[in-house]
């Protein structure tokens, strides 16, 4: 990437060439360690927005992409998987920088999975199929699956890389065209894609990206009327008002949300094992993870050992500089998220609650978005705490009596992304499990990912799945096609009698 005076310079990506914001607009950057800017970047408008649609309805109404063999489409899409690990270590470096995000879970995690979408993708556009309805001899229908149009893509802030090439990959590989609209606070690793994907000599038009904050650029891209479908990951209040912008033409959306995902811990469990997997899940990505296992619900009978286990565990968390391969937590994205987590302590200890641990500032951190991994007691369900998603590192702590009790607690939120079940008893584990108002559940594991299943929530967490076949029920139309193989009887009208 450029730079300029030791900053990135990030400009938009449309039709092939990187370019500045049409009305000269920039903002800034910040390293979340240490709240200096490390980037100046085009501050796009609704005429950049309108530039970008334009070049990708080109590129979808008059380009080769969507006429393209999906064959030649997956040969694009596993030269962009190579390039991503061929400039692994630059595009985590640029990460952690961006986001602050441990160094070894960006490594290790989120870039390889990043060039894993597109693998796995370039590999599903080769199995898009339709199905026949033969009927009788008489007809033969069948249906084919098309791609839709323009795709305006918005991502969020957390393991941003990761999760643009989950929604790209699919885009592209249905054949449609994108405007990516990558989250303002962390635009460095897009600039990256668009490097990447021009590298990889896509035809101009096909991807495209428009920097810059909700109101003047993301607002434009969801009411653009040359925009068919919105993809956006992020939080739920969002994405009510982006379904409330694209009402008035008629929109596509695939829409996954906040969480308040609770982890259950049955006396049966393998405590050990439970114990690690709630730590990873809770405080890993710095807890700025949609599927973290928020909420964590013991029974009575472990309650008091679990705690202690558990606050030992989490008080020995290496917290530090993001590229310290000991770092185990990092410093929370922006200024503005860490005065939202730190709020949340007020509102506990307000409604009665218990700061077991953390809950501010660690003292040798004097600059930078830093927040001490955080443990709550004397919870009480019906808590804001409880209730609402804080989205850091932050863990409630909830006991129960009954399977029943769990259940009730675990349901008793708008959010319904994910559920943890730890228990040995599987018969127990699958009832627990399908009593779930979610639409994931992990039974004695942390989230592990399978990208050939459907990822979303129910209720405020979401619309739609993405993943496997799952994300063509989005990307692409279905047509069906009716042939008569023999003569149809057909009422004649306008013949007399």
Same mark, same amino acid.
């Given at each position: 990437m450029?730079?300029?005076?030791?900053? +990135?310079?990030v400009?938009?990506f449309i039709?092939?060439a990187?370019?500045?914001?049409l009305e000269g607009g920039?903002f800034?950057?910040l390293?979340?360690?240490t709240?200096r800017?490390?980037?100046?970047?085009?501050?796009g408008?609704?005429?950049d927005v309108d530039?970008?649609v334009?070049?990708a =309805?080109?590129?979808?109404?008059?380009?080769?992409?969507?006429?393209?063999?999906a064959a030649e489409?997956?040969?694009?899409l596993r030269r962009?998987?190579d390039?991503?690990?061929?400039?692994?270590?630059?595009?985590a470096?640029?990460?952690?920088?961006?986001?602050g995000?441990p160094?070894t879970?960006?490594g290790?995690g989120?870039?390889?999975?990043?060039?894993?979408?597109? +693998?796995?993708?370039?590999? &599903?556009?080769?199995r898009?199929?339709?199905e026949? +309805?033969?009927?009788d001899g008489?007809?033969?229908?069948?249906?084919?699956?098309?791609?839709?149009g323009?795709?305006?893509? /918005?991502?969020?802030w957390?393991t941003p890389? &990761?999760?643009?090439?989950?929604?790209?990959?699919?885009c592209?590989?249905?054949?449609?065209?994108?405007v990516?609209?990558?989250?303002?606070?962390?635009p460095l690793?897009?600039?990256m894609?668009?490097?990447?994907i021009?590298?990889a000599?896509?035809p101009?038009?096909?991807?495209n990206?428009?920097?810059?904050?909700? @109101?003047?650029?993301?607002?434009?891209l969801?009411?653009?009327?040359?925009?068919?479908?919105?993809?956006?990951?992020?939080?739920?209040?969002?994405?009510?008002e982006?379904m409330r912008?694209?009402?008035?033409?008629l929109k596509r959306?695939?829409m996954e949300?906040?969480g308040?995902?609770?982890? /259950?811990?049955?006396?049966?469990?393998d405590l050990?094992q439970?114990?690690d997997?709630?730590?990873?899940?809770?405080?890993s990505?710095?807890?700025?993870?949609c599927?973290s296992?928020?909420?964590l619900l013991?029974?009575?009978a472990i309650y008091?050992?679990?705690?202690g286990h558990?606050l030992e565990?989490v008080a020995?968390?290496?917290?530090?500089d993001?590229f310290?391969?000991?770092? @185990?937590v990092?410093?929370?994205?922006?200024?503005?998220?860490?005065?939202?987590?730190?709020?949340?302590?007020?509102?506990? =200890?307000?409604?009665g609650?218990?700061?077991?641990?953390?809950?501010?500032?660690?003292?040798?951190?004097?600059?930078?978005?830093?927040f001490?991994?955080?443990?709550i007691?004397?919870v009480?369900?019906? &808590?804001?705490v409880a209730? @609402?998603?804080?989205?850091g590192?932050v863990l409630?702590?909830?006991?129960?009596e009954?399977e029943e009790?769990?259940? =009730?607690i675990?349901n008793?939120?708008k959010y319904?992304l994910?559920?943890?079940?730890?228990?040995?008893d599987l018969v127990?584990?699958h009832?627990?499990?399908?009593?779930?108002?979610v639409?994931m559940?992990?039974?004695?594991?942390?989230?592990? =990912?399978?990208l050939?299943?459907?990822?979303g929530g129910?209720?405020y967490?979401g619309?739609?799945r993405?993943?496997?076949? +799952?994300?063509f029920e989005?990307y692409?139309?279905?047509?069906?096609?009716?042939?008569?193989?023999?003569?149809?009887r057909i009422?004649?009208?306008?013949?007399?009698r």
């Amino acid at each position: 990437m450029k730079q300029r005076d030791g900053l +990135y310079i990030v400009r938009h990506f449309i039709d092939n060439a990187f370019v500045d914001a049409l009305e000269g607009g920039t903002f800034e950057t910040l390293n979340p360690a240490t709240n200096r800017p490390i980037g100046i970047v085009a501050d796009g408008t609704a005429a950049d927005v309108d530039r970008a649609v334009r070049a990708a =309805r080109r590129a979808f109404e008059e380009g080769p992409w969507p006429r393209m063999p999906a064959a030649e489409r997956a040969r694009y899409l596993r030269r962009i998987g190579d390039l991503i690990l061929k400039r692994a270590e630059e595009i985590a470096y640029l990460e952690v920088l961006d986001v602050g995000m441990p160094i070894t879970q960006a490594g290790k995690g989120a870039i390889p999975r990043a060039a894993e979408n597109f +693998y796995f993708f370039a590999e &599903m556009a080769t199995r898009i199929t339709g199905e026949t +309805y033969p009927k009788d001899g008489e007809f033969l229908n069948y249906t084919i699956r098309k791609p839709v149009g323009v795709a305006g893509l /918005i991502t969020p802030w957390n393991t941003p890389f &990761m999760l643009e090439t989950w929604k790209v990959a699919p885009c592209l590989a249905a054949g449609n065209t994108c405007v990516l609209k990558p989250a303002e606070w962390s635009p460095l690793s897009a600039n990256m894609l668009a490097e990447i994907i021009q590298e990889a000599d896509l035809p101009p038009g096909v991807f495209n990206v428009v920097h810059g904050f909700g @109101e003047r650029a993301g607002a434009p891209l969801v009411a653009h009327p040359g925009v068919q479908l919105i993809s956006f990951t992020g939080e739920t209040t969002t994405g009510m008002e982006i379904m409330r912008n694209g009402a008035s033409t008629l929109k596509r959306y695939s829409m996954e949300l906040g969480g308040k995902n609770a982890a /259950i811990v049955f006396p049966d469990a393998d405590l050990e094992q439970a114990l690690d997997g709630v730590i990873w899940q809770a405080f890993s990505l710095n807890g700025e993870r949609c599927t973290s296992n928020s909420r964590l619900l013991l029974h009575r009978a472990i309650y008091e050992e679990f705690l202690g286990h558990l606050l030992e565990r989490v008080a020995a968390i290496r917290v530090g500089d993001p590229f310290d391969p000991q770092t @185990e937590v990092g410093p929370l994205i922006h200024p503005e998220h860490w005065q939202r987590v730190r709020g949340y302590m007020d509102v506990a =200890r307000a409604e009665g609650a218990t700061i077991a641990l953390g809950g501010d500032r660690p003292p040798h951190f004097p600059e930078g978005n830093y927040f001490a991994p955080t443990v709550i007691v004397d919870v009480r369900p019906e &808590m804001r705490v409880a209730q @609402e998603e804080i989205f850091g590192p932050v863990l409630v702590v909830l006991p129960f009596e009954t399977e029943e009790e769990a259940i =009730r607690i675990a349901n008793g939120v708008k959010y319904g992304l994910a559920a943890y079940i730890w228990t040995r008893d599987l018969v127990r584990a699958h009832r627990v499990a399908q009593a779930m108002e979610v639409g994931m559940v992990w039974i004695n594991a942390p989230n592990v =990912r399978d990208l050939r299943t459907p990822f979303g929530g129910a209720k405020y967490s979401g619309i739609g799945r993405e993943g496997g076949f +799952y994300s063509f029920e989005f990307y692409t139309e279905v047509m069906t096609i009716h042939v008569a193989l023999t003569p149809p009887r057909i009422p004649r009208l306008g013949v007399g009698r």
